[in-house]
């Protein structure tokens, strides 16, 4: 794809304003990343794009009117920030970028709509407080594109999988499965997924759904089941939690040796990621299953 219009641009309003590609850079990225784009060897992310058109004293529509920006790569990028402000847990930032891009006429279209309701209702559950608001929100987004007669997008199974968390953290169980249900049935239709992690994530939420109703056998068989999904598709996406809750849900029917393999695992997967909280809070559980076993 040829970068090189808006790498143009860029660099043409730079120099109205006397900037160097420094002082352009500062505080945004690289001066050689500046220098990249305006030659047109790569595309700027969404975030900075935001940055560089703040800099340049226009509103990042301005790319969009004048049809020089490649559109579907640009709503790719809003999306990738999106999900990756989410999987972290930085709401405000995440936010700020939804308040951003609803100017954009590209984010009109339902499907592009869809994407910041759904961040909107997230935002409104985690942050604001207000579920009634959230919800209104995630069940806005979902029936933005949904229909009966068609197959679930990914982005539908991931708003469902959503709304199944929330009432999870409302310890609406029964309303938890309901939404896990219409994504197993999705699942089922698809061909092909993009992204690998969503079946991963519903039979993770199922088995802890079942653990918090006492049924610990169908939590471990849902545990299990992941555990192969993530294996044939070689993808480490949720390994770490699913060997813990496995050994968790045998560690509470007081299966302890056969817990303490799954557990010695989560803790050497979590100390890979560096999550050194999770890795003592595992090892303390350890102490107390070896010592569960010795008494034996």
Not at 27 to 54: H, M, V
Request: neutral net charge; charged residues 25%; aromatic residues 12%.
């Amino acid at each position: 794809m040829d970068y090189s219009v808006i790498g143009t641009k860029i660099r043409e309003m730079r120099k109205v304003i006397w900037l160097t590609q420094g002082e352009l850079a500062d505080g945004i990225c690289t001066q050689a990343l500046i220098s990249r784009i305006e030659k047109g060897d790569i595309y700027p992310s969404a975030t900075a794009l935001y940055q560089i058109t703040t800099k340049l004293g226009v509103d990042v529509n301005y790319f969009f009117e004048i049809g020089m920006t490649p559109r579907l790569d640009y709503v790719r990028e809003v999306e990738r920030q999106l999900r990756k402000l989410r999987i972290k847990h930085q709401y405000s930032e995440m936010m700020e970028m939804v308040r951003v891009e609803e100017t954009n006429p590209l984010f009109k279209e339902s499907t592009n709509a869809q994407l910041l309701c759904w961040h909107k209702g997230i935002y409104q559950f985690e942050v604001v407080k207000d579920q009634d608001t959230a919800f209104e929100l995630l069940h806005k987004a979902y029936y933005l594109t949904a229909e009966s007669k068609k197959a679930l997008s990914e982005r539908e199974m991931e708003i469902l999988l959503t709304l199944g968390a929330f009432h999870f953290s409302n310890e609406c169980y029964q309303k938890s499965l309901c939404h896990y249900s219409k994504v197993q049935a999705g699942l089922s239709k698809a061909e092909w997924l993009q992204d690998k992690s969503i079946k991963t994530r519903l039979l993770y939420n199922i088995a802890r759904v079942h653990t918090r109703l006492g049924n610990y056998q169908e939590s471990i068989q849902y545990c299990k089941r992941a555990i192969k999904w993530i294996i044939i598709e070689e993808h480490m996406y949720g390994f770490a939690q699913l060997h813990y809750h496995l050994g968790y849900n045998l560690e509470l029917i007081g299966d302890y040796k056969e817990a303490l393999p799954y557990l010695e695992k989560a803790a050497a997967f979590f100390d890979i990621q560096n999550n050194i909280e999770f890795v003592q809070f595992i090892n303390k559980k350890l102490e107390h299953i070896r010592c569960e076993i010795d008494k034996e």
